[in-house]
């Protein structure tokens, strides 16, 4: 008996919905070849862990190298009468456009917490995790090169 014969109405329907849904499940699960680029900056390279020196602005400290699961994060603060003044993010990921995405939105935020916060509790960013992490750590190694 054949699956498709005009007396079985129904079985044509629901073998006919069946097609339909698995094909718009492949069309849908379909990624584009290429996804944009995000402008972000490039990361200065600096040398790794509790490199200091002292300018006009304060003294500058940059942190340890904090590794993460998708690459190295390093953060250089810089200080003036003991009080964070700056926090730049010298090395993140960049490999990829979605850690460019990521990383355009999360390092901000992450400078705007740590300068308010004057320490290196702050929150993590939320789809930034490991990032947020990593600049935590690095972070705090830096403050605690300083001395602050």
Sequence with gaps: MHALRKNRP???IVLASAATVSGM????SLKPHDTPAVAVPAPATAPSGGTSGSTAGGTTVTGDSAQT????????VTLQNGK???????????????DQEINSY???RLRTEALQAQSADIDTVSGATYTSDGYRRSLQSALDSAGG
């Design 25 to 28: 499940v492949l069309l849908l």
């Design 10 to 12: 129904l079985r044509r």
């Design 69 to 76: 699961r998708w690459g190295p994060v390093q953060v250089r």
């Design 84 to 98: 964070l003044t700056d926090v730049t993010a010298v090395d993140y990921p960049t490999d990829n456009p979605r």
């Design 106 to 108: 999360a390092l901000p």
